[in-house]
């Protein structure tokens, strides 16, 4: 992508199991399994799937908070994945985390201004009245008062306090920020008065976003690109409108169906009347041990014997300009 401001290649994460007297490994967990992804600079990437399937995983494994195993991440045309010990200290200034939880989150033990200035201090920026000054700045700008500044987490509701994650987030006045599950814990009530916080700062700052949920209508409604994870691996990416729109994996199709009010049907071409997308049945694989092949083919309505074949993974398949989906018999 020309203007992209991350291009991730193949990034994989695996976790070692081990057992026994000597404590040998017995097995590898693949919680991020070879994905690939590019963000647009200013965009919004927005990344879903069901709980487990590795999406907060790749973006920790994308800040370098878990080192990849493998894989390329290139971040404002610089090698990201080779930097060492304080090169990456230094880049991390312009990548920032909007955690899921605003609970744990924070410090119960420090004030907001402390929570909000330590990246300042942490980095050596600004003398301590411009970091008093920035702390006041960055409240205003995501709707606390003032005096919040000398108040602690318990004093806030939920909401208040993912604004004060999103304030420290915001305080080395990064380029990319991942908000991983930000509204999950949050009442329905305060959703959108954060997702409208996130779309103003955007709009404010020219900030690129990751953003990550389960809720696929949340994912839409934020995110002009969609990807689509499964048990680790990237399974259908592209335009919003398209992915929504026009399902090409039965993993998307099945996601999408279950949103309530979707309306989102599978295309019959032997048939004049439309039906519903077919439910998905049994439960997700293991990661420890992933089905041989395409990994969804044990859920799969469509699979056949090719899906299934050991070490012939799914072919990727380009169904429109820009939508790819990695499937060998895509939902036409």
């Known amino acids: 992508m020309k ?3 991350l291009e991730v290649r193949d990034l994989k994460k695996h976790y070692p199991v081990t057992g026994g007297l000597f404590r040998r490994t017995v097995g590898t967990v693949r919680a991020v399994d070879g994905i690939s992804f590019d963000v647009e600079k200013g ?5 879903a799937g069901e709980s487990g399937c590795g999406k907060s995983t790749a973006a920790r494994a994308v800040l370098r908070l878990e080192e990849p195993t493998s894989g390329s991440i290139r971040f404002n045309g610089e090698d990201f994945s080779a930097k060492g010990p304080e090169e990456l200290r230094l880049a991390r200034t312009d990548m920032q985390m909007i955690f899921q939880d605003p609970y744990s989150s924070l410090n119960p033990r420090h004030t907001v201004a402390k929570i909000i200035s330590e990246p300042l201090r942490v980095h050596n920026i600004g003398t301590h009245a411009e970091q008093k000054e920035r702390v006041r700045h960055l409240l205003d700008v995501v709707g606390l008062p003032t005096d919040a500044a000398e108040r602690y987490p318990y004093e806030f509701s939920g909401g208040q306090r993912q604004r004060v994650g ?13 908000a991983d599950e930000p509204v999950s814990s949050l009442d329905v009530s305060i ?8 779309r103003k700062l955007q709009d404010q700052f020219g900030l690129t976003y990751i953003f990550i949920a389960h809720d696929l209508a949340l994912v839409k409604n934020m995110s002009p690109q969609i990807g689509i994870m499964y048990l680790g691996h990237l399974v259908e990416t592209g ?8 399902p090409a994996h039965p993993y998307t199709q099945a996601l999408i169906a279950a949103v309530p009010g979707a309306g989102i049907w599978r295309r019959d071409k032997d048939r004049a009347t439309a039906k519903p997308a ?9 990661p420890l041990a992933p089905p041989p092949g395409c990994p969804f083919h044990p859920r799969c309505p469509r699979a056949r014997p090719d899906c299934m074949e050991p070490g012939r993974p799914p072919r990727e398949v380009e169904v429109a300009p820009g939508h790819k ?8």
């Open 3 to 5: 203007d992209a401001l």
């Open 43 to 47: 965009s919004t990437f927005g990344l």
């Open 166 to 178: 999103i304030a420290r987030a915001l305080a080395m006045r990064p380029k990319l920020i991942i």
């Open 191 to 198: 959703r959108a008065q954060i997702l409208n916080l996130l």
């Open 239 to 246: 335009p919003s409108g398209q992915v929504f729109g026009s």
């Open 278 to 286: 077919a439910p998905l049945t049994g439960d997700v694989p293991s």
């Open 325 to 332: 989906v990695a499937c060998n018999h895509p939902v036409e």
